[in-house]
């Protein structure tokens, strides 16, 4: 049966851009293999939990013609 929701997550933002502080936009190539495994995968209904800041954000990103 299809998940009704992947949830993916890491200690550290992961579609932020360069915020001074630890962040998946250190590491692209990571990113980038992290982006196109799920778009590869035609995984549907992904969130991303992420985290290690003090404020809350909430972002979109398409990958694979879905969004994270």
């Known amino acids: 049966a299809p998940f ?3 949830l993916l ?3 550290t933002q992961v579609l932020r851009t360069w ?3 630890e962040a998946w936009a ?3 190539d990571e990113r980038a293999k992290l982006r196109a495994t799920v778009a ?3 995984a549907e209904r992904v ?3 992420s985290g290690d800041v003090h404020y809350g954000e ?3 990103a398409t990958c ?3 969004a994270l």
């Open 58 to 60: 909430l972002h979109e």
């Open 47 to 49: 969130v991303l939990l």
């Open 4 to 6: 009704a929701l992947r």
């Open 64 to 66: 694979g013609g879905g």
């Open 9 to 11: 997550a890491s200690p």
């Open 26 to 28: 250190n590491m692209p």
């Open 40 to 42: 590869a995968a035609r």
């Open 19 to 21: 915020n001074g502080q």
